[in-house]
C-alpha cells in the first residue's frame, strides 16, 4: 500500500513537474522574445484613431519587422490615408514604413527605425516535425501580447500556396505574430483561424524568400509588385491545372464532365433524388480551389469554382422543362468578392456554340471584368447550357478571378471541349 | 379679303338678281342665331336653334333660355335683332356678362354688338352664339381602322381575344411555376391578370366618358386584348430571337422596335376610339404615351441601377430544341469573340 501511495504520488510529482516546466519554458521564451514583439496599428491620418491592429516581430537588427499583409492592406492601398504604427512592451510607439509584399502569402516587411541594435528573432533554417510543440506569439483583440502553445501538424494538404496546420487557439488580433520553436526559432507566422484551435501558418521558407529578395532589391512600387506576385500566381496555378489530368466522370444519367486531378481542387455533390415531388430530378457537382487571395477587405481574388447541374425532366414538356431550366441559369455570379474601386463591371458575351465533335450544343456565355489597379488580370465567369435534349439538360459553369487573357481562354478552350453528352 | 368683296364696285357685279337673292337669304340668316351652352373647356352641351327678334336668357321659367346657374339672376341678359345685327342688353345683373372671342380679351358684354362665334360668361355658364353661315369643319371619310375597330369589338372576336389572352396567361403562369400545380391555383392568378390588363381600356374609356365623348368600351376592350395578344407573340418572338442570336447581333434590337410599334399603335387606337381630335394631336398624345411608357421604365430601371453592378448581365434565353434555328459556332469562334472582351474592360479600367 505505501509503495503505491508512493508510485501514485511520484506519478503525479512527474505530471506536475511536466506542466510546470511548459510553462516555465514558455515564460522564459516569452520574456526571452518580448523586446522584438511589436502591436502593429494602423492610424487613420483623419480621425487620428486606429483602424486595424495585428502583430509584428522584428527580423533583423536593422529594424525590419515581419507581419502579415493583410494587417497593412489599407495603407498598401491607400498610403496617403493611412500610418502605420508599432506599439512595444514597454509602451514606446514609432512609424513604421512599408518596405515589400508578399500578397499571396500574406507577409509584408515594414521598418522602424532603430538608435541602438536591438534583439530580433532568428528564421528557423528546417522545417518542424509533426506533432513538434509549437508557441504562438501575438496581441488578441487588442489584450495584450500572449503566448499560446499549440502542435505542428504539418502543411495542409488541399492548400495550392502552402499552409502550415496548426493546431492552438489563434485569435483575430494575433495576426502577423510569430511561431516559434523551443530553440525560439522562427518557423510560421500567424495567418488565420478556422475555429477550434484549428489555425493556420504561413511557412517561415515564404518570408526568408521574402527577406532575402528584399534585401537584393527592394520593389519599386509596392503596386507593381502585388500585379507581378498576382500574374506570377495565376500563372503557376492555371499551368499547374492544364498539365494535369482532367479525368471523365459521368454526371446524372448521360454527362460527361471533367474532374480535375489536383489536390488543391476540392469536389462536393449533392442531389433532390430525395425529393419526390420535384419536377426535375437535378445532380450537382461543385469543385473550387479552397483559398483566395486578401487584396482588401472588399476584394478578394485568387479564386476559382467549377460547377456541374444535370437535370432530367419528371413527367413534364419539354417547353415547361426549358421553362424551369432557364430560371435556373439566370443569376450565374462572379465567386469573388470586388467593388467598384477595384474591378469594372462585367462585359459579356454570349453564342450557340457546338464543339467540332458535335458532342453537345450549348447557349455559350463568356463574361470578363478587368481589374484597375493590377493592369492585365481579369476575372471571368463563363456559363454553358445544352439545348440539344428533350428532356434533360447539362449547366457547366466556371469563375475565375485575377487570370491573365492567355490563361482565361486556355483554361474555356480545354474546358468547352471536355463537357459533352455520353 | 371678305372687305373688298363687300366693297367691289356695284358696276362689277353683273346679275342683279344673284345680288339679290343673296340679301333675302342674309335677311332670313340674320333672324336666326344658334346659341351652345358650352363647358368650361369648351365642350358642347346644349343647342338652341331660335328665330325671334328678342331672346331673354336668365334663371326664371319665362326666359328662352333657362340657365340652371345660381350665380345667374332670374332676367339676365337679353340679344335684341336691330338692322340685322344682334346686341347684348345686361339688365344690370349683380354678376354682371362678360363677352370673348377669339379676336379680343374678355370685357363687358353690355350693348355689345354679337359676331359670329363669340363667347358670353353669364354667371359660371358659358354660351356660345353662332349665325347659320358659319363654317364647319370637312366631312371625315370613314378610317380604314373603323372596319377593323368593329371588327375587334364583334361579340365573338371580342371573346376569342379575351380567352386567348387567358389561355396565353395561364401557360405563362403554369410553364414558370416550379411546383406541381392544379388548374384552380392557375384560374385565380390568370383571372386577376385578364382583369388587370382589362383596367387600361375600361379607365380609357371612363376618361372618354368623363370627357364627355362617346365611351364605346366594348371597343377599347376589343382593340386593347388583341394588341396585348400580338404584344405576348412579339414577347414570343423576342425569345426565339435572342435564343438564336448571339449577343454581337442587331436582331434583338429590332423586336424591341416592334414592341414600341406595337404599343404606339395601341395607344393611338385607344385615342382614336375615345376622343375626338386633330390627327396632328392624336399622333401626338400616343407618341407621349408610348415614350412615357418606355422611357418611364427605362427611368425605373436606370434610377434602380447601383452605382456598381458586381453580378455579370448577359442573354441566357434558351428554349427548347425545337425553336432552335441558327446553326452553332465553332469553339473557336467563340474564344475568338470572347476574347474581344478583355480590350473592352481593360480600356474601361483604364479610364476611369
Known amino acids: 500500500m505505501k509503495v503505491f501511495f508512493s508510485l501514485a504520488l511520484f506519478l503525479l510529482g512527474t505530471v506536475l513537474s511536466k506542466t510546470s516546466f511548459a510553462e516555465e519554458q514558455a515564460e522564459q521564451l516569452f520574456n526571452q522574445l518580448k523586446p522584438s514583439l511589436f502591436q502593429i496599428k494602423l492610424i487613420d491620418k483623419a480621425s487620428g484613431e486606429k483602424s486595424s491592429i495585428g502583430s509584428g516581430f522584428q527580423i533583423s537588427n536593422d529594424g525590419i519587422i515581419a507581419t502579415n499583409y493583410h494587417v497593412i492592406s489599407s495603407y498598401a492601398l491607400h498610403p496617403q490615408k493611412y500610418r502605420i504604427e508599432y506599439l512595444d512592451g514597454q509602451g514606446n510607439t514609432g512609424d513604421l514604413i512599408l518596405k515589400s509584399v508578399d500578397v499571396i502569402n500574406d507577409l509584408a516587411l515594414v521598418r522602424r527605425d532603430v538608435v541602438q541594435e536591438t534583439p530580433y528573432f532568428q528564421l528557423s533554417k528546417a522545417s518542424p516535425h509533426k506533432g513538434e510543440q509549437l508557441f504562438s506569439l501575438g496581441n488578441p483583440h487588442d489584450l495584450g501580447m500572449i503566448v499560446v502553445p499549440g502542435t505542428y501538424n504539418g502543411l495542409k494538404r488541399e492548400s495550392f500556396n502552402d499552409r502550415i496546420h496548426f493546431t492552438g487557439s489563434i485569435n483575430s488580433g494575433m495576426s502577423g505574430g510569430p511561431v516559434v520553436n523551443k530553440e525560439a526559432e522562427v518557423v510560421g507566422i500567424n495567418v488565420a483561424t478556422s475555429g477550434n484551435s484549428i489555425g493556420f501558418l504561413v511557412p517561415h521558407d515564404k518570408l526568408v524568400a521574402l527577406y532575402d529578395s528584399f534585401l537584393k532589391a527592394p520593389p519599386n512600387s509596392i503596386e507593381q509588385q502585388m500585379t507581378a506576385q498576382l500574374m506570377a500566381s495565376q500563372n503557376k496555378l492555371i499551368e499547374t491545372i492544364l498539365n494535369s489530368t482532367w479525368q471523365e466522370k459521368q454526371l446524372g444519367e448521360a454527362a460527361i464532365i471533367p474532374i480535375i486531378d489536383v489536390p488543391f481542387i476540392r469536389c462536393w455533390g449533392n442531389s433532390n433524388a430525395d425529393k419526390a415531388d420535384a419536377l426535375i430530378l437535378t445532380a450537382v457537382a461543385n469543385c473550387s480551389l479552397d483559398e483566395n487571395t486578401y487584396i482588401s477587405s472588399n476584394f478578394f481574388t485568387g479564386t476559382m469554382e467549377i460547377e456541374f447541374r444535370t437535370m432530367q425532366a419528371k413527367d413534364i414538356s419539354t417547353n415547361k422543362f426549358y421553362h424551369l431550366y432557364q430560371q435556373q441559369i439566370a443569376h450565374a455570379n462572379a465567386g469573388n468578392r470586388a467593388d467598384k474601386e477595384n474591378v469594372t463591371e462585367f462585359q459579356c458575351h454570349d453564342d450557340l456554340v457546338m464543339p467540332d465533335n458535335q458532342a453537345i450544343n450549348n447557349k455559350t456565355v463568356f463574361c470578363t471584368r478587368a481589374y484597375k489597379k493590377f493592369p492585365d488580370l481579369y476575372d471571368v465567369l463563363y456559363l454553358a447550357a445544352s439545348v440539344d435534349k428533350d428532356q434533360q439538360a447539362i449547366v457547366s459553369h466556371f469563375t475565375i478571378a485575377g487570370v491573365s487573357q492567355p490563361n482565361a481562354l486556355a483554361f474555356t478552350r480545354q474546358f468547352m471541349e471536355a463537357v459533352l453528352w455520353k | ?352
Open chain 2, 1 to 352: 379679303m371678305e372687305v373688298t368683296t363687300t366693297d367691289m364696285p356695284e358696276s362689277l357685279i353683273d346679275n342683279d338678281e344673284i345680288a339679290e337673292n343673296q340679301s333675302l337669304i342674309e335677311k332670313i340668316a340674320a333672324s336666326e342665331i344658334i346659341i351652345e351652352e358650352i363647358s368650361r373647356n369648351h365642350k358642347l352641351l346644349h343647342r338652341h336653334r331660335l328665330s325671334k327678334p328678342q331672346i331673354h336668357i336668365g334663371r326664371d321659367y319665362h326666359n328662352d333660355i333657362i340657365l340652371d346657374d345660381p350665380h345667374i339672376c332670374p332676367s339676365h341678359i337679353s340679344i335684341d335683332e336691330i338692322d340685322g345685327q344682334w346686341k347684348i342688353t345686361d339688365n344690370q345683373t349683380l354678376n354682371g356678362s362678360y363677352i370673348e372671342n377669339k379676336a379680343q380679351k374678355k370685357r363687358p358684354a353690355n350693348e355689345h354688338i354679337i359676331n359670329d362665334g363669340d363667347i358670353i360668361t353669364l354667371g359660371k355658364s358659358q354660351l356660345r352664339i353662332l349665325f347659320n353661315h358659319h363654317p364647319v369643319e370637312p366631312t371625315l371619310p370613314f378610317s380604314p381602322f373603323e372596319s377593323f375597330i368593329n371588327l375587334m369589338r364583334h361579340p365573338v372576336v371580342l371573346l376569342s381575344s379575351l380567352i386567348l389572352f387567358t389561355l396565353i396567361a395561364g401557360n405563362v403562369f403554369y410553364l414558370n411555376t416550379s411546383k406541381e400545380v392544379n388548374f384552380s391555383q392557375l384560374l385565380v392568378p390568370t383571372i386577376g391578370m385578364t382583369l388587370g390588363f382589362a383596367l387600361w381600356p375600361a379607365g380609357v374609356a371612363l376618361v372618354s366618358y368623363l370627357s364627355k365623348n362617346e365611351t364605346r368600351i366594348m371597343a377599347q376592350i376589343g382593340i386593347s386584348f388583341a394588341f396585348f395578344n400580338l404584344m405576348w407573340f412579339s414577347d414570343f418572338l423576342e425569345g426565339v430571337v435572342k435564343f438564336n442570336s448571339t449577343s454581337d447581333s442587331l436582331a434583338a434590337l429590332l423586336i424591341v422596335l416592334i414592341s414600341i410599334a406595337l404599343a404606339f399603335s395601341l395607344f393611338w387606337l385607344n385615342s382614336y376610339i375615345g376622343f375626338h381630335m386633330s390627327a396632328r394631336r392624336r399622333l401626338v398624345v400616343a407618341a407621349s404615351m408610348t415614350l412615357l411608357l418606355f422611357g418611364g421604365s427605362y427611368l425605373v430601371q436606370y434610377s434602380n441601377k447601383p452605382d456598381f453592378d458586381p453580378r455579370p448581365q448577359y442573354n441566357a434565353t434558351i428554349m427548347m430544341p425545337s425553336f432552335l434555328i441558327s446553326s452553332s459556332a465553332s469553339v473557336d469562334d467563340f474564344i475568338e469573340d470572347s476574347s474581344k472582351l478583355f480590350d473592352k474592360t481593360k480600356q474601361e479600367a483604364v479610364k476611369e
